[in-house]
């Protein structure tokens, strides 16, 4: 059906009295204000083409403000602008620039540039992440240790002896060698076909590691330091000192935090600016909680530490001050190891138990605990599960996957041996294989 409209004056004279109180009109597959078509300003072509329920060709058309529902495909050539909201019981294809200030609900495919005007800083996705495009590091993102995107499945790549932890760069995975041989190094592979690309000496005995958005830092725990990388070469930025015996590292999006294990030194962590890695403040704090601080992870606005030592517990420091905010203890008998953060809940791996445990970061108070593997260490959040590396004998040399909103067991996979740290790459599940100096990709 093919509608021009030149002089709307004598177009409105023919129409019936009786069809201008008819507001709705349905034109092969899609339905707008029958007066609304007075709207248009240039010429509008509604025929469809083949395939499509709707096509409009032509520049700035003017759809009408209503609702326009679409019960097919449509094809929009052309530059439009949409003042209404567009409703597609189908897909949609944009071949020009379109500007829509009401809503789209459908599938939608659109070719070239896509520009959002508003206020906001944050595209919020149908299953809860969010891609931020405001300058700096959005908190929550950081927290959730997702920065861009990964593809392609692999399956076991040899990196060097006793790896440890793992992170990853947006592009690569980096995997800290904790062991002698070619230990001492951080190997950096491909993250979409695992390809090796480098491998980089660090300290004595490097346990894990932490992207900071632009560089690498790796914790020595022989040398009592941390080495600062860039992530796009590899070159040496810095190498800063820690307390003793440096397990663990997080990034808040302004500086860097490493636990130090040492019960010696009393139960402590560092806290270095990522920029230049200068000291926060004194430096290395202690804190009134657990003994044998080891995990450590934020969840957008504060750092959760597991104290593994002899008496166990979960202590809460503020990210901008390094105050501590709680200090909870956990269940005789459990061990805190491992920390992740779920986007609302932090999880923690219990070593002794064989057990993943949810707390609520409102008060900490225990949502779950959710059986796994024997002596879990790693944990790690993918957006949906919680993939926690099973590390002991028996039922170790497995990961575990839980569902993230119930813990609920989704299933236990075969990895190398003795698992330890777990990274998620946007696509997949890495899990470094201490015993057998290599990486599995699931």
Do not use: C
Not at 69 to 91: D, K, R, Y
Not at 249 to 277: E, M, Q, R, Y
Not at 289 to 309: K, Q
């Amino acid at each position: 059906m093919r509608a021009r409209y030149a002089d709307f004056d004598a177009e409105k004279k023919n129409i019936d009295t009786n069809l201008r109180e008819e507001r709705n009109m349905k034109v092969k597959g899609f339905k707008f204000g029958l007066l609304d078509l007075f709207s248009v300003v240039i010429l509008m072509t509604v025929t469809p083409l083949s395939g499509y329920a709707l096509t409009i060709s032509g520049d700035n058309v003017g759809i009408p403000p209503q609702t326009l529902e679409v019960n097919g495909n449509a094809q929009v050539n052309g530059n439009q602008t949409v003042s209404g909201n567009l409703s597609v019981n189908g897909s949609t294809n944009f071949s020009g620039l379109t500007s829509f200030t009401g809503s789209i609900s459908g599938n939608t495919t659109i070719t070239g540039n896509v520009t959002l005007n508003g206020a906001g800083s944050e595209i919020i996705f149908p299953d809860g992440s969010i891609q931020t495009t405001a300058s700096g590091h959005n908190p929550l993102r950081v927290a959730l240790l997702r920065w861009y995107n990964a593809n392609k499945a692999g399956n076991t790549f040899t990196v060097g002896t006793g790896p440890s932890g793992i992170a990853f760069d947006g592009a690569n995975m980096w995997v800290a060698n904790f062991g002698n041989g070619s230990g001492n190094t951080v190997t950096k592979l491909r993250a979409n076909d695992g390809a090796f690309l480098s491998t980089f000496t660090v300290g004595t005995g490097p346990a894990a590691v932490a992207f900071d958005g632009a560089n690498i830092w790796v914790v020595n725990a022989g040398s009592n330091n941390v080495t600062k990388l860039k992530a796009s070469d590899g070159s040496l930025i810095g190498t800063y000192a820690v307390g003793t015996l440096p397990t663990a590292i997080a990034f808040d999006g302004t500086n860097i935090w490493v636990t130090n294990n040492d019960n010696d030194t009393g139960h402590s962590i560092t806290v270095l600016k990522a920029i230049d890695g200068s000291p926060v403040g004194v430096g290395t704090y202690t804190y009134n909680g657990g003994t044998g601080p080891y995990g450590i992870a934020f969840d957008g606005t504060n750092m959760w530490i597991a104290n593994g030592g002899t008496v166990g517990s979960i202590t809460v420091l503020k990210a901008s001050d390094v105050t501590v905010v709680a200090n909870y203890p956990a269940p005789a008998g459990v061990n805190p190891n491992a920390l992740a953060f779920d986007g609302t809940n932090i999880w923690f791996t219990d070593w002794n138990g064989g057990n993943a445990i949810k707390l609520k970061t409102s008060d900490g108070s225990v949502l779950g605990t959710f059986p796994v593997g024997t002596n879990p260490e790693g944990i790690a959040f993918d957006g949906n599960h919680m993939w926690v590396a099973n590390g002991g004998n028996g039922s170790g040399n497995t990961v575990t996957r839980l569902r993230a909103s119930d813990g609920a067991m989704q299933g236990t996979f075969t990895v190398g041996t003795a698992p330890a740290g777990v990274a998620f790459d946007g696509a997949n599940i890495w899990v470094v294989n201490k015993g057998d100096g290599n990486v599995s990709k699931l």
